[in-house]
Structures are given as structure tokens and as C-alpha cells.
């Protein structure tokens, strides 16, 4: 007699619907390429009645948080704004269900919420490359890496988006074989399945169009120092070229300078603290690499057209 698997989708308010879609289709059609019932789900909400994804959907859900029955996996799903919907039940729930034995994974944001419950640090976790700026600051214990998804921790993690699928097909062929999981992802007409250790951004070479070595590390190296920029003349000096040399390369293929650049660069990770968080302007300028506020200020309202605090009032 075929085992069935219970997954239960708990749907956080603003989820994303991509990342929803592509984590309970593979589980359907696990079902209908093998013809036998592998899967069967349940979607869940805190209020037990629906769940509204970031386009607006409203979902319908099967039930509230009630707990769980043994060998049932929880999967959270969020998105946009986790922070204003992670609340004291939700956090409850998961706790006690972590101490009931329950498995807990978690999609898009919802690596946000497993660690506002404490369940990551020093656990490897993947997490929307949109939260990286966030979850580096707030949880500087658990080790953040930039796959699409990990599945070899206690607490399974994925990036959201399309990566939900390749989780989903990873679990399938745990579950009963590669050729099951092949077979799922020809039905989804997915040919470009990727393992979990994938980047989940696109490589700088192929973002930028540039192919230079050097140009492409000299990026690596800013964005690795984003809170104590290096100097033009320390970066080359790093990449064993010259100052001018530099300049040209980013000239040629951005046509900006290296010091606009890496400006620009800490200015959009500032904006995305201040949507973020909560932390305070100066905060915000210092892990920004800014050495005053005034100073951080003039620089975002020159860029944006706006003042950092403006932006945040507006965006509330």
C-alpha cells in the first residue's frame, strides 16, 4: 500500500503566490505522472478562514493552527513585509510544534519568521535575495548563504519564486527517486532544474554583459565591503592593476566610475533597510558604510529625489 505524504501550507498574509504555485503543482503532478495518490495537502491560515498573496488572491484555506498530526511536514510560505505578520501566535505555534517533532520548512520570506521563533542560528538557511540586507542585520547568528534552497539542515529553507519548484522536485526524488522527479518536471515543462546550491541571481557576467575578470571582482569585493567601502586605488591594488586601469573597466562597461558605483550600491542597500526594518536613519547610514547622517541624507535625496526619512513615511 503506497504511503501518502501531508503537506500543510501555511499561507502567511502577503505571500506570494509564485512561490505557492510552484510548491504544490510538483506534489499534484507527483500524483498524476505515477498514477498513485503520493501527496495530498492542506492549506492553512492564522485566522483559519483565508490567506491574501501579495496580487491581491484571496485563498480559501482548510484550517487554522490546530496541531498537527505525526509525520505531517509544515511549510511556511510569505512574502512582502514578513515582519508586520509574523505575530505572537504564529511564533507560539511554531514552537510548539517544533517540540512535538513536527518537520518545518520554509519558503520566499518565511525563513524570517523560522528565526524570529529562534529555530536558526548557526543552521544554514536560504532566503529571498530581496531579505538578504534585512536578515543579515537582524540575525547575525544564523548563517545566511545565497542558494536557491537548502534542504540538508534541520529546518528546510528556499529562496521563493521558482526555487520552491526545485526544492519540491529535490524532496520528490528523496522521497522516491530521480526518475519520479524527471518525470514531474517534463510535465511542468522544466528543463532548467537546479540543484541547491545554485546562485539565485543571475552572475555578474551575465547581469552586466561584462566578461572581464577583474571588473567582475572588483564588484565582488565592494559589495563585500559594503559597510567599510574600500578606495578605487585599494581595489586595484587588491586586483593587482592599476588605478587608471580600473577606471577604464568601469568606464567601458557600466559607464560610471568606481566610486559612483560602489555609492550607488550602498544607497540601494540602504533604501531596502529603510523599507525593511526598523532600525533608525543613523543605523541605516552606518551599516551603509556613511559616516554621518547628514552626510547619508544628502547622498539618498540627490539620488532618490527623496530623504531617507520620507521614503520610509511614504512606504508606511
Known amino acids: 500500500m503506497t504511503q501518502t505524504t501531508h503537506y500543510v501550507f501555511l499561507l502567511i498574509e502577503n505571500f506570494s503566490h509564485l512561490a505557492f504555485s510552484c510548491a504544490l503543482e510538483p506534489l499534484r503532478i507527483a500524483n498524476l505522472v505515477s498514477g498513485k495518490p503520493l501527496y495530498r495537502w492542506s492549506l492553512a491560515s492564522e485566522d483559519g478562514k483565508t490567506a491574501t498573496c501579495s496580487n491581491r488572491s484571496v485563498t480559501l484555506v482548510d484550517r487554522g493552527l490546530e496541531p498537527m498530526e505525526r509525520g505531517d511536514r509544515l511549510f511556511l510560505i510569505s512574502g512582502l513585509h514578513v515582519q508586520n505578520h509574523t505575530t505572537p501566535a504564529l511564533l507560539n505555534y511554531l514552537r510548539r510544534e517544533r517540540s512535538r517533532g513536527t518537520p518545518i520548512g520554509a519558503i520566499c520570506s518565511g525563513a524570517y519568521v523560522l528565526a524570529m521563533a529562534g529555530f536558526l542560528d548557526d543552521v544554514e538557511t536560504a532566503i529571498h535575495w530581496e531579505f538578504h ?184
Open 133 to 316: 540586507d534585512l536578515f543579515a542585520e537582524k540575525f547575525p547568528a544564523v548563517r545566511l548563504v545565497r542558494n536557491v534552497f537548502v534542504a540538508n539542515q534541520k529546518f528546510v529553507t528556499a529562496s521563493g519564486g521558482t526555487a520552491a519548484a526545485d526544492l519540491m522536485l529535490h524532496l520528490i526524488a528523496r522521497d522516491h527517486g530521480h526518475d519520479l522527479a524527471t518525470a514531474v518536471a517534463d510535465q511542468m515543462v522544466y528543463n532548467a532544474v537546479r540543484e541547491g546550491t545554485a546562485a539565485q541571481r543571475v552572475s555578474l557576467q551575465s547581469r552586466l554583459g561584462a566578461r572581464n575578470e577583474h571588473l567582475v571582482r572588483a564588484i565582488a569585493i565592494m559589495e563585500e565591503n559594503i559597510e567599510t567601502p574600500l578606495a578605487p586605488c585599494e581595489i586595484a591594488r587588491e586586483l593587482g592593476i592599476s588605478t587608471r586601469q580600473l577606471e577604464r573597466l568601469f568606464g567601458k562597461y557600466l559607464n560610471t566610475s568606481p566610486k559612483r558605483y560602489v555609492v550607488e550600491m550602498r544607497l540601494h542597500r540602504a533604501r531596502n533597510l529603510i523599507v525593511q526594518t526598523e532600525q533608525s536613519i543613523a543605523q541605516i547610514a552606518m551599516a551603509c558604510g556613511f559616516n554621518s547622517t547628514s552626510h547619508f541624507s544628502k547622498v539618498f535625496r540627490s539620488h532618490f529625489g527623496i530623504s531617507p526619512l520620507s521614503h520610509r513615511t511614504t512606504l508606511a
